[in-house]
């Protein structure tokens, strides 16, 4: 175990996931003889894996995901919602929910593994949603309609659902045509 502050300070610098932070201190340990490591065999470890070749970002524009907000604050009340991924970096995407854009770590989200078809439906819903969302003068049921099938990650809606939205998109006069 580490005696010091100065042991792990590169280790708690570089982000890493506490299996990796585990991983580095360990090989530290035996790079040190086995002994208590020093910060330098700490710092080396750490930038052998930061230069080690990055698996690839899983995720794909198009693809519906499920944010899974873990220690990000930015994210709070937002567990379960689903989205389509409309940008995807080397180590992060960008979520489109129904009520705004969010760009997160790639541990962050969950796939819903959905079949073309189903990420097409889904695309659809979040544009109906966002356009229901941008309305200023909503009344507030119509934020309890939109929370609840921004967080029903099924790529369909019961008859009454459907029912539902079209009532309330002709209430405040958004007329939606299906794309193809």
């Given at each position: 175990m580490p005696t010091n502050e100065r042991q792990l300070r590169f280790l708690a610098k570089a982000e890493l996931e506490p299996t990796v932070q585990a991983n580095v201190w360990q090989q530290a340990v035996e790079q040190a003889g086995n002994k208590i490591s020093s910060g330098r065999i700490v710092k080396d470890v750490v930038d052998k894996i930061r230069e080690s070749p990055k698996v690839p970002n899983p995720y794909h524009i198009g693809e519906i995901c499920i944010l899974l907000p873990k220690d990000n604050l930015d994210l709070r009340g937002k567990t379960g919602y689903w989205g389509v991924v409309t940008h995807v970096g080397e180590y992060n995407c960008t979520l489109q929910t129904w009520d705004g854009d969010y760009t997160v770590k790639i541990e962050q989200v969950k796939s819903l593994k959905l079949l073309?078809?189903?990420?097409?439906?889904?695309?659809?819903?979040?544009?109906?949603?966002?356009?229901?969302?941008?309305?200023?003068?909503?009344?507030?049921?119509v934020d309890w309609l939109l929370q609840g099938l921004g967080k029903q990650a099924k790529p369909y809606l019961s008859s009454l659902q459907a029912k539902l939205l079209v009532a309330v998109e002709r209430e405040y006069k958004i007329e939606w045509r299906q794309q193809k």
């Open positions: 073309d078809e189903d990420c097409f439906f889904m695309q659809q819903l979040c544009v109906r949603l966002r356009q229901l969302h941008q309305v200023a003068s909503r009344d507030p049921s």
